[in-house]
């Protein structure tokens, strides 16, 4: 297969932060590789050197003459008041038939409404907007940055059967497995265990999963040879070794190479944990929140009517249903940030609009974007974030960080963090609120394996403490114990 591009080499640093260095790979004609690694690793950062949208700091990018790269970012960003139709033709390559290819496009990904304005749009129907934008480019190669992020099971199906049925190569930053199972034709991960910074294998992701452990085992035991060399180094140093002949000399700088080569073995693998001990304070009521007959339409659409729940502690409810359906809009609702057309919500048995204040003293909302400022560091936000609210001291807040795996980076600026890091600082700030109801909106998004998991750590340990958990999810598995959850879904009329 002819190669589309090469990377070479290729390092990163942000200030004093060497974000990854020494990165090699190609992506050749068909190619579809996905791309791992552990938030902050700098996935989305090697996307965009790739895609041409930052410069690398070493090595360099060989994109093929007359190969068209395209690319679907984290995050969608539309000029303001534009529609969907308006998007897709700024994007589209130029022809005669530039018109009927953009509705072509538009239909393709799902959209009924190709006037539809972007910023009516839920979080699914902008990322399927974003890739529409990127498909009418006809790239070569597609560039996706957590590109499952937002988009219902539906959504997700849809874009697994577009990639698969594809004419052109992609390379896709995921958390998400199934997508890669699915998806992929090679897997790389950018990780510090290895050597060179990653490790790539051909296949889908069980596949590379068995290379993986078994270039992890062979560190392992090459690891453990330069352990005794440096160990048998180190007991004919402390014999006297005399630095007399160049023999000796070249010997005794040998053992010193060797002890700074086992100690960066030793640095990359070494890694981090997270655990998860959080308990909810206060007396609590059977009943803690209720919703009756509460109802709320958006652009002329009812999104939802007549909801009706109530939940007591220990409970948990995820609120599923396709994208466009009004599952952020049902939980801003719920806490208050929505107004409801028609019907009563109730905290402890009064109506949340008696007393908003102390209604939103009892909850912590985690939307879509982490509630930080980007000129702070994590831990900075975190004693704004919660100190306004109580006294916080300085041992609870590294334990929160350290909870969370943010040690590392808690004292970094907040806009050098990847997207994964932002979400796990948020986390930490759910650990430290104390307060007994939670909501939730896609709290897995950008997490990786262990951030997810982590994530359903953190609700099993709030409800059962007592606390109260609703989550807008797209699958039953981002709360953890899908066996206890109560459901509920929302469908268009």
């Given at each position: 297969m002819?190669v589309l591009?090469?990377?070479?080499?290729?390092a990163k640093?942000?200030?004093?932060?060497?974000?990854?260095s020494?990165?090699s790979?190609?992506?050749?004609?068909?190619?579809?590789?996905?791309?791992?690694?552990?938030n902050g690793a700098?996935?989305?950062?090697?996307?965009?050197?790739?895609?041409?949208l930052m410069?690398?700091?070493?090595?360099?990018?060989?994109?093929r003459k007359?190969?068209?790269?395209?690319m679907?970012?984290?995050?969608?960003?539309f000029p303001?008041?534009a529609d969907?139709?308006?998007?897709?033709?700024?994007?589209?390559?130029e022809?005669e038939?530039?018109?009927?290819?953009?509705?072509?496009?538009?239909?393709?990904?799902g959209?009924?409404d190709?006037?539809?304005?972007?910023?009516?749009?839920?979080?699914?129907w902008?990322k399927?907007?974003?890739i529409?934008a990127a498909?009418?480019?006809?790239?070569?190669?597609?560039?996706l940055?957590?590109?499952?992020?937002?988009?219902?099971?539906?959504g997700?199906?849809?874009?697994?059967?577009l990639?698969?049925n594809?004419t052109?190569?992609?390379?896709f930053?995921?958390?998400d497995?199934?997508?890669?199972?699915?998806?992929?034709?090679?897997?790389?991960?950018?990780?510090?265990?290895?050597?060179?910074?990653?490790?790539?294998a051909?296949?889908n992701?069980s596949?590379?999963?068995?290379?993986?452990?078994?270039?992890?085992?062979a560190q392992a035991?090459?690891q453990?040879a330069?352990?005794?060399?440096v160990?048998r180094?180190?007991e004919?140093?402390?014999?006297?070794?005399?630095?007399?002949?160049?023999?000796?000399?070249?010997?005794?700088?040998?053992?010193?190479d060797?002890?700074?080569?086992?100690?960066?073995?030793?640095?990359?693998?070494?890694?981090?944990?997270a655990?998860?001990?959080?308990?909810?304070?206060?007396?609590l009521?059977k009943?803690?929140?209720a919703c009756?007959?509460?109802?709320?339409s958006?652009?002329g659409?009812?999104?939802?009517?007549?909801v009706n729940?109530?939940?007591?502690p220990?409970?948990?409810?995820?609120?599923?249903?396709a994208?466009g359906?009004?599952k952020?809009?049902?939980l801003?609702?719920?806490?208050?940030?929505?107004?409801?057309?028609?019907?009563e919500?109730?905290w402890?048995?009064?109506?949340?609009?008696?007393?908003?204040?102390?209604?939103?003293a009892?909850?912590?909302?985690?939307g879509?974007?982490?509630?930080?400022?980007?000129?702070l560091?994590?831990?900075?936000?975190?004693?704004?974030?919660?100190?306004?609210?109580?006294?916080?001291?300085?041992?609870?807040?590294?334990?929160?960080?350290?909870?969370?795996?943010?040690?590392?980076?808690?004292?970094?600026?907040?806009r050098?963090?990847?997207?994964?890091?932002?979400?796990?600082?948020a986390?930490?700030?759910?650990?430290?609120?104390r307060?007994?109801l939670?909501?939730?909106?896609?709290?897995?998004?950008?997490?990786d394996?262990?951030?997810?998991?982590?994530?359903?750590?953190?609700i099993?340990?709030?409800v059962?403490?007592g606390?109260v958990?609703?989550a807008?999810?797209?699958?039953?598995?981002a709360?953890?114990?899908?066996?206890?959850?109560?459901?509920?879904?929302?469908?268009?009329?």
């Open positions: 002819p591009l090469t990377c070479e080499s290729i640093s942000f200030g004093s932060r060497n974000v990854f020494g990165i790979l190609s992506l050749h004609d068909g190619d579809h590789l996905g791309v791992i690694g552990p700098g996935k989305s950062t090697f996307l965009q050197i790739v895609g041409g410069p690398a700091d070493e090595g360099n990018v060989a994109v007359g190969v068209r790269l395209a679907v970012p984290q995050d969608s960003v303001a008041g969907a139709r308006e998007i897709v033709f700024a994007a589209a390559r022809s038939d530039k018109d009927l290819n953009v509705a072509k496009v538009l239909s393709r990904v959209f009924e190709h006037s539809a304005p972007a910023a009516t749009l839920s979080g699914g902008r399927r907007l974003s529409a498909l009418a480019a006809e790239p070569d190669v597609l560039l940055d957590e590109p499952t992020n937002h988009l219902d099971i539906e997700i199906l849809w874009l697994e059967k990639i698969g594809s052109f190569a992609s390379i930053v995921t958390h497995r199934y997508f890669l199972e699915n998806c992929s034709t090679r897997v790389a991960e950018i990780n510090r265990i290895w050597p060179q910074g990653i490790f790539a051909p296949g992701y596949r590379f999963l068995e290379k993986r452990s078994e270039g992890l085992r035991k090459e453990e330069l352990e005794n060399l160990r180094e180190i004919w140093l402390r014999r006297g070794a005399k630095a007399r002949t160049s023999k000796s000399k070249a010997r005794i700088q040998d053992a010193m060797l002890q700074q080569q086992l100690a960066d073995s030793t640095a990359r693998s070494r890694t981090g944990t655990t998860i001990d959080f308990t909810a304070t206060g007396r009521s009943r803690l929140i009756e007959g509460i109802s709320k958006m652009g659409r009812a999104l939802f009517r007549d729940f109530a939940l007591g220990g409970a948990r409810l995820g609120i599923l249903g994208n359906t009004g952020t809009t049902l801003r609702t719920a806490c208050g940030l929505a107004y409801a057309e028609g019907g919500i109730t402890r048995g009064q109506n949340i609009r008696e007393d908003m204040r102390a209604f939103h009892q909850l912590a909302y985690l879509h974007e982490p509630p930080l400022k980007s000129e560091t994590a831990r900075e936000n975190l004693q704004y974030w919660v100190g306004v609210r109580r006294r916080l001291e300085r041992r609870e807040l590294d334990e929160a960080l350290d909870r969370v795996g943010a040690h590392q980076w808690a004292d970094r600026p907040v050098t963090l990847s997207a994964g890091q932002k979400r796990r600082a986390l930490a700030g759910l650990t430290l609120m307060v007994p939670w909501l939730l909106d896609e709290p897995t998004t950008n997490l394996a262990a951030g997810q998991k982590l994530v359903g750590t953190l099993d340990e709030h059962q403490a606390g958990a609703l807008a999810v797209h699958h039953e598995l709360v953890s114990r899908p066996q206890s959850l109560r459901r509920m879904e929302l469908t268009f009329d």
